[in-house]
């Protein structure tokens, strides 16, 4: 079976500080990993992948085996990065299934 | 290229009443889904589906159900509504290969009365 957990459902932060949602996963294979982003009134979209190893939006996230998480940082964030973030994660091979964490909504205060 | 589209935006119904959520995309992507959207619970899968006349149940399928007729156009079905199915429902397609990017439509909010 696959779980996503994001511990914190609200996290709150001033414009300029570093920001950090948590992610932890379990899956007994190689999973990937992706945070999905949904600003308010718009749809759902992906923000970044694991395999990618890309920086969106100054926003990064690190796949730590050892420790089976993919946490989200960014070190000074924006008002408008104010939003829900979604952890997901999708089995190996042509499994297209993703399992959705349960969401952590973003403030950032000016 | 219009994307994921999804009709209506808003529904009420009354208890028992049945309808039909519209899910269409343009993209030619073979696999498709059905969230379900709610405070605290995140997203959930309902139905999904690999490609045309292909189906298959989700996390929590049960009051919906799905069919494939076209690669196009996943349509779910609410057989008869109840108040727990009050909710923010989600389409989404996925591009294999390339990341597995999944794109959303802009959801249904439906409200069982």
Redesign the interface.
Known sequence: AQRVT?PE?LLSVFKGAPVELKCNYSYSGSP?L?W?VQYSRQ????LL?H??RESIKGFTADLNKGETSFHLKKPFAQEEDSAMY?CAL?GGG?N????????TLLTVNP | NAGVTQTPKFQVLKTGQSMTLQCAQDMNHEYMSWYRQDPGMGLRLIHYSVGAGITDQGEVPNGYNVSRSTTEDFPLRLLSAAPSQTSVYFCASIQPGGGYEQFFGPGTRLTVL
């Open positions: 994001q459902k990937e992706f999905y749809r759902l979209q992906l992948r395999i990618s979604y999708k042509s297209y299934k993703l399992t959705f964490g349960k969401g």
